[in-house]
């Protein structure tokens, strides 16, 4: 049972569990600023979502393209979603 609680696997699981509370603190807590919060709440998921890529789905030991373009896609993503969070589009008539 020891062995279980020394895997990657547990570690990076309750990491993910930490950085689950770590969401909820941060949008349960956010006062005024909400951008801010949910700029932090979109990150700590984008870092989520790497780390079942990586581990989960085995993508660490994967060919380097493969791992390249997964790396690649979260970053995207990362930028997009934070960009649209906080640019302001003028409203549509």
């Keep these: 049972m020891a062995w279980l609680l020394r895997s990657r696997y547990t570690v990076i699981w309750l990491a993910l569990v ?3 509370l770590l969401s909820w603190a941060l949008g349960g807590g956010a ?16 870092i989520k979502v790497r ?3 990586l581990d989960f789905m085995e993508l660490r030991h994967a060919p380097n393209l493969m791992r390249l373009v997964a790396e690649l896609w979260i970053a995207l993503l990362a930028i997009v979603l934070v960009t649209m969070l906080w640019v302001e589009l003028p ?3």
């Design 51 to 53: 780390y079942v890529v």
């Design 18 to 20: 930490g950085a689950t």
């Design 31 to 46: 006062g005024d600023d909400k951008t801010l919060a949910a700029s932090g709440i979109i990150l700590v998921s984008l």
């Design 91 to 93: 409203p549509v008539s």
